[in-house]
């Protein structure tokens, strides 16, 4: 597509009910990033991907949230036994990728979880 | 844990005049980078610095570097309305390994009409 495509942009759930939020990325780039913001606050790294490869995970906040990218492409965070605490957009992006360390980040619109 | 640090947090002005927010960062990088955020929307990427850069200009915007402070500097010239949102820094912490890109807490800039 033409933008980093987030799915669903809004999601309500019941306290211990497992999410599962999607990210399509753009067309053919390679490095795919998962944040959490508060509001108010920077986005605040969980884990990023090249390919399907999963890179450093040094940022998700538990055993309960994990991230896959299996054909390389499109990315889905899973936060099993929601809490309160999980509440916050969680915003996708995606970098074409090539020389480490550079290049920017194109951000999808997120997804807002509230845990009731 | 944020590796940038913006600076001020929050920046009112009025529209025509300049806006400069600053952003400290800890460890060494490759370089840095600056996004914009309107209310609630997905962040904007702006500009990128290099390293070995002092200066980058791009439109009414001016960026410098300065690695032996570990900071950087964004000027917003002739302010408009339509500059208002959230502005971040943000690096990739070391040299090599990891590519997480970690955003600082921002500025909030109102530029009043």
């Known amino acids: 597509g033409a933008g980093v495509s987030q799915s669903p942009r809004y999601k309500v759930t019941k306290r211990g009910q497992d999410v599962a939020l999607r990210c399509d990325p753009i067309?053919?780039?390679?490095?795919l990033y998962w944040y959490r913001q508060a509001l108010g606050q920077g986005p605040e790294f969980l884990t990023y991907f090249n390919y399907e490869a999963q890179q450093d995970k040094s940022g998700l906040p538990n055993d309960r949230f994990s991230a896959e990218r299996p054909e390389g492409s499109i990315s889905t965070l899973t936060i099993q036994r929601t809490e309160q605490r999980d509440s916050a957009m969680y915003r996708c992006a995606s970098r074409a990728g090539g020389h480490p360390n550079t290049g920017e980040l194109f951000f999808g619109e997120g997804s807002r979880l509230t845990v009731l | 844990s944020q590796q940038g640090e913006e600076d001020p947090q929050a920046l009112s002005i009025q529209e025509g005049e300049n806006a400069t927010m600053n952003c400290s960062y800890k460890t060494s990088i490759n370089n840095l980078q600056w996004y914009r955020q309107n209310s609630g929307r997905g962040l904007v990427h702006l500009i990128l610095?290099?390293?070995?850069?002092r200066e980058k200009h791009s439109g009414r915007l001016r960026v410098t570097l300065d690695t032996s402070k570990k900071s950087s500097s964004l000027l917003i010239t002739a302010s408009r309305a339509a500059d208002t949102a959230s502005y971040f820094c943000?690096?990739?912490?070391?040299?090599?390994?990891?590519?997480?890109?970690?955003f600082g807490k921002g500025t909030k800039l109102t530029v009043n009409p």
């Open positions: 067309s053919g780039h390679v490095s």
């Open positions: 943000a690096t990739v912490p070391g040299k090599g390994g990891s590519e997480k890109l970690v």
């Open positions: 610095i290099r390293s070995n850069e």
